[in-house]
């Protein structure tokens, strides 16, 4: 139990376009889910918390207009990353958790190339 | 402000007993979770400890001393798919999980 799924697994894109990942819990519901950004030899980087109906939280210096984050149903969250450039090149993580005392399940991670 | 230590690398022979030690400073505390991360793969969890004391599962125990705020996880019996890195996180009042930079563990035959 407790799987989460993310896609694309990667994606390679122009500069200046835009990109979307999924995430979703497959088999629980997760009250909350999480983005984090990881690069190369470096730890997690929280980038925003969501919680199902409501805006997502994000930490200090990221942007909001840049991270879109929509989290439609208690099993599906999106990050979309817009007029992306080469220093968004990353790996993108989400994690999904049912309650707040629930530890979080992460998915498989996204390796976004913006060229 | 709040803060995770723990080791940047550690180095450890096949067969083998490793500890790796976690000590935080954070605002409240409502658990301490050890993760495995692979080299391009994403984390998954290894243990909770929320109450000081020893967690065993398996190869892998968790240990916990609130009052010391320190944490360690101790891997037996080590394989050479060992080698990855461990993160550290705390839990703090508002339930945000606290990321140490993670310890890479080089497993040597």
């Known amino acids: 139990g407790a799987v989460v799924s993310q896609h694309p697994s990667w994606v390679i894109c122009k500069s200046g376009t835009s990109v979307k990942i999924e995430c979703r819990s497959l088999d629980f519901q997760a009250t909350t889910m999480f983005w984090y950004r990881q690069f190369p030899k470096q730890s997690l980087m929280l980038m925003a918390t969501?919680?199902?109906?409501?805006?997502?939280?994000?930490e200090q210096g990221v942007e909001k207009d840049k991270f879109l984050i929509n989290h439609a149903s208690l099993t599906l969250s999106t990050l979309t990353v817009t007029s992306a450039h080469p220093e968004d090149s990353s790996f993108y993580i989400c994690?999904?958790?049912?309650?707040?005392?629930?530890?979080?399940?992460f998915g498989p991670g996204t390796r976004l190339t913006v060229l | 402000g709040q803060n995770i230590d723990q080791p940047t690398e550690m180095t450890a022979t096949e067969g083998a007993i490793v500890q790796i030690n976690c000590t935080y400073q954070t605002s409240g505390f409502n658990g301490l979770f050890w993760y495995q991360q692979h080299a391009g793969e994403a984390p998954t969890f290894l243990s909770y400890?929320?109450l000081d004391g020893l967690e065993e599962k398996g190869r892998f125990s968790s240990f916990l001393s609130r009052s010391k705020g320190y944490s360690y996880l101790l891997l037996k019996e080590l394989q050479m798919k060992d080698s990855a890195s461990y993160l550290c996180a705390v839990r703090d009042s508002n339930y945000q999980l606290i990321w140490g930079a993670g310890t890479k563990l080089i497993i040597k035959p």
């Open positions: 400890n929320v």
């Open positions: 994690s999904a958790q049912m309650g707040e005392w629930d530890e979080q399940f």
């Open positions: 969501s919680n199902e109906g409501s805006k997502a939280t994000y």
